[in-house]
C-alpha cells in the first residue's frame, strides 16, 4: 500500500513539472545583427561673438574659386563713386529702354554696341572703370546722345556717325606736345616700356584709336601732375 501511495506521488510531482514547464513563454533564439559601419561623428561647437559654427568630421568644400574683385586704379573713373554711378545710371536707363524694344535682350545689345564702338570687343563693358578721369566726357556724351536717338525711335542706329573719341592725327599731334613738355623722348626705353606694360605695343604707332586717346589722356594727367 505504501509503495502505491509512493508511485501516486511521485506520478503527480512528474505532472506538476510538466505543466511548470507548459507555461514557460519562449523567447526567439537571438539574432546576430552585421557590423554597420560607423558614422563618423561631427562635432557642432558655437564661438562667442560671431554665432559662427565648426566641425569636426569630413566637411565638403566648393570648389569654385573666389570671386576676384580689382580695386580701379587712382584717378581714374571707377576711383570717382559719383562719376561711376552716375555713369552707371546713363547705362541702366538706356537699358530699360532697349528692353522694352527688345525684351530680354536689350541691355546685352546696348552693352555690345558700346564695346564696338569704343574697340573694347574683346573685354567686359565695365573695363571704362579703369580708364582715366579725362576719359569719363567721352563716355557721358556718347550715353547722352545714343538716349537721345533712342527716345527718337532709332534703336539700332549706333553712333557711328559722330567721334566720341579723338582721331589718331589729333592724338600724334597732341602726345608730340605733350612729351615736349614733359621732357620725354616717346622712342626711348622707359617710354617703351611704359606702352608694353600698359598696352602691350613696343611703339605708339601701334596704339588703336582707343589705346591712342588713353595714352594721350594719361600724357595729360602726367603735366597736371
Known sequence: MANDDLKDKIKKGLEDLERSRSNVVKFPPKTVR????????????????????????NPVFSMHP???????????????????????ERFNKLGELYNNR???????????????????????????????????PYVINYLDDLYVYTVSGRFAQRMINKDYLQTKNYCKKR????????????????????????????????????????FVTYLEDMVLK
Do not use: C
Open 102 to 136: 527688345f525684351p530680354g535682350k536689350g541691355f546685352a545689345i546696348l552693352h555690345g554696341n558700346f564695346k564696338k564702338d569704343f574697340g573694347i570687343t574683346n573685354q567686359n563693358y565695365t573695363i571704362y572703370n579703369q580708364w582715366p578721369l579725362g576719359m569719363a
Open 66 to 88: 573666389p570671386k576676384v574683385t580689382v580695386a580701379p586704379p587712382p584717378n581714374s573713373i571707377g576711383a570717382d563713386p559719383l562719376l561711376k554711378q552716375s555713369i552707371m
Open 175 to 214: 602726345e608730340k606736345e605733350l612729351t615736349k613738355e614733359l621732357n620725354l623722348n616717346i622712342n626711348g626705353p622707359e617710354m617703351i616700356q611704359w606702352l608694353y606694360q600698359r598696352f602691350m605695343v613696343s611703339s605708339y604707332q601701334q596704339l588703336d584709336r582707343l589705346q591712342h586717346n588713353l
Open 34 to 57: 552585421k557590423n554597420r559601419k560607423k558614422k563618423e561623428p561631427t562635432i557642432y561647437q558655437s564661438i562667442e561673438g560671431n554665432n559662427n559654427t565648426q566641425f569636426v568630421g
